[in-house]
């Protein structure tokens, strides 16, 4: 019988204790004797989080197919645990075997939101592994880093001995055989290292060094062998339906974030925001087979138990079988009484119809994202929505029997002014005036709208990441602008206003564009108490402000600050296929408020196009 890390007396101190207890429906246990590599798969935030995270579950059932790797997984313990931990000394462990992490071969962690780069170093410290890489020797886990964050993985280059630059389900096997057998030659952790760098893929910042300039800007990034490559490419899987998917991922106890099935429709997009990191980093467009997608729907609703089935894709629309999978789905499972979640939908006459037959419309609301409150802000980011588009959607959702709509907006954009702001409020008075257009008899009750803003941060890989961002001032100046606004609207009843912390997404900018410089300020903001930064109640902005001001990083540097062509971006040397070339050229479409045309429409030359396949090539 496995022996419980916690103590009966320990697990009734916590919250939630079935966090920690692991051996939930589905998970894989192995005999630790019987395999030659132990995986440990880190999500750093609660456990109610992580196990939504479709990408974990991706690789945990990749890795696990083989006989001779035993995939497990930790998640940052919550705030009474690790208090626990800390004064009992008590290792951090893995769910499935109990085994303190420092026992593992790899430690893999997905790094997924920098607001949870504080949690990255309370797993490390927690589970008794050198914080700093430099620091570990040949028994010590391998931490390895992967997800959307790592497409600028500078800032965390000290806390990391490699980073997996791409879509884990192509070279993460080599990785593990290339351990294998440097092990079994007992060659050591160096040795191991310089060998993976060669892996396509593979960062380890140890073996680059940076230089810079007076004025603190980049003035070299190279590798320090002559045989490690001085550009990672960004690995990428082009054929998603024969590749490594679960049909029987893992079950949670307790509820989680996402507590359905989670079917990958398709991954990249076509459409080129371009203020939209993940429409950059996963370009072309792939799309799953319909009939792959029937036999995987079918196979893990009846592993799992769920009663709730959601279609996963940065935009759903654009997967071109939609209809196809909806009916499905609606057809096979709605009587077994399954719902269907529809994401990501462009509000128009199809995807209306198809909400109105797999949600209770009554008791649900629609989302838009028109992300700008002028036509000409929308075009500065390409965001391709026109008001007439918007407000027809919105009119159809009225129609159908819709009364609630949440509104998507984000403030800081570039090249915004009053008028843009001063929009936003004008577009939800529309919308809320075309409901009341609408015969009262034929209204379901009172129209609700939500506006919601968020502080625009220019991120890595976009074409706005030259930009210079918003101070916290400007921000909140500019919140209270479109509050004032709304509060002179006719129907300010109906309409509701919220926005993001301020001082979060200013941080957020620091980590997003750091460089090597900011590793330091993050781990003094985590030996300061800085935790679960993401997690409103925990944030404590003082402590980050006092961690730059120890370490000599000054924030603005990072954020308040327009880059020219010619410098060099802390990401620079990754290449995730769209070039750089492409985004300059659209920072100038942008600044003219040129639209450029989506993938299906045209090509625009992004350079994706040389991994074959996808969208770019269906003629």
């Not at 022996?3 to 192995?30: F, H």
């Not at 490699?162 to 389900?169: N, P």
């Not at 989302?367 to 075009?379: H, K, N, V, Y």
Request: contains cysteine.
């Amino acid at each position: 019988m496995r022996k419980l890390a916690l103590s009966d007396e320990i697990l009734l101190q916590v919250e939630k204790p079935a966090r920690y207890i692991g051996n939930e429906v589905n998970a894989v246990m192995k005999d630790k004797d019987k395999v030659d590599v132990r995986f440990c798969m880190c999500f750093p935030d609660v456990y109610e989080i992580g196990m939504s995270h479709l990408g974990i579950q991706i690789l945990y059932d990749m890795f696990n197919r083989r006989e001779d790797i035993w995939c497990e997984r930790v998640y940052s313990p919550w705030t009474d645990l690790d208090r626990i931990i800390r004064e009992q000394k008590i290792p951090l462990f893995a769910l499935e075997s109990q085994d303190p992490l420092k026992d593992f071969d790899f430690i893999g962690i997905t790094i997924q939101y920098e607001m949870c780069y504080t949690n990255i170093l309370q797993v490390l410290d927690l589970g008794q592994i050198q914080l700093l890489a430099r620091d570990r020797s040949d028994g010590d886990p391998i931490v390895i880093g992967g997800g959307p964050c790592a497409s600028n993985p500078e800032p965390l280059a000290d806390f990391f001995d490699m980073f997996y630059i791409g879509e884990g389900e192509t070279v993460y096997f080599q990785l593990m055989d290339l351990y294998k057998e440097y092990r079994s030659k007992h060659l050591g952790r160096n040795a191991f290292l310089r060998q993976a760098a060669k892996i396509p893929g593979i960062y380890v910042p140890s073996l680059y060094e940076t230089t810079y300039h007076e004025d603190g800007t980049i003035a070299s990034f190279r590798p320090l062998a002559e045989d490690i490559p001085s550009v990672i490419e960004k690995q990428i899987v082009m054929n998603l339906t024969d590749t490594y998917y679960p049909k029987a991922p893992v079950v949670p106890f307790i509820k989680a974030t996402q507590d359905r099935v989670v079917l990958e429709i398709q991954r990249g997009c076509i459409r080129g925001c371009r203020f939209c990191q993940a429409g950059m980093l996963y370009r072309p467009l792939r799309e799953r087979r319909l009939s792959m997608l029937k036999e995987y729907a079918a196979a893990m609703l009846k592993n799992t138990g769920h009663e709730e089935i959601s279609l996963s894709s940065l935009s759903s629309s654009d997967y071109s079988d939609l209809e196809g999978i909806v009916n499905f789905l609606i057809e096979e499972f709605q009587d077994q009484g399954v719902n269907i979640s529809l994401p990501s939908l462009r509000i128009d006459a199809f995807s209306l119809d198809v909400m109105s037959k797999v949600q209770d419309v009554r008791k649900s609301s629609l989302t838009f994202a028109p992300e700008a409150g002028s036509q000409r802000l929308r075009d500065v980011i390409n965001k391709g929505l026109t008001e007439e588009v918007i407000l027809e959607g919105a009119g159809e959702a009225f129609a159908g029997g819709w009364s609630r709509v949440k509104l998507y907006f984000m403030l800081g954009l570039p090249t915004e002014t009053e008028e843009d702001m001063k929009g936003i409020a004008h577009l939800a008075e529309k919308i809320a005036k075309r409901y009341y257009e609408i015969p009262k008899d034929q209204r379901n009750g009172k129209c609700q709208i939500t506006v919601s803003t968020s502080f625009f941060v220019p991120k890595p890989f976009t074409p706005f990441q030259w930009v210079s961002m918003n101070s916290k001032e400007d921000f909140l100046a500019k919140a209270k602008i479109v509050n004032q606004e709304i509060k002179e609207q006719l129907n300010k009843k109906s309409i509701k206003y919220n926005w993001h912390e301020a001082d979060v997404s200013v941080l957020e900018g620091v980590l997003a564009r750091g460089d090597r410089r900011v590793g330091a300020s993050i781990l003094r903001a985590y030996e300061k108490g800085s935790l679960y930064d993401a997690w409103g109640e925990n944030f404590d902005n003082e402590l980050w402000m006092s961690a730059f001001r120890e370490t000599g990083v000054d924030p603005d540097f990072y954020t308040c600050r327009v880059r020219e062509e010619s410098e060099i971006l802390p990401w620079d040397f990754i290449d995730i296929g769209v070039t750089k070339k492409f985004l300059w050229r659209e920072w100038q479409n942008a600044q003219a408020a040129s639209v450029t045309k989506n993938c299906r429409q045209g090509c625009s030359g992004c350079g994706a196009k040389t991994y074959g396949g996808g969208v770019c090539y269906e003629g």
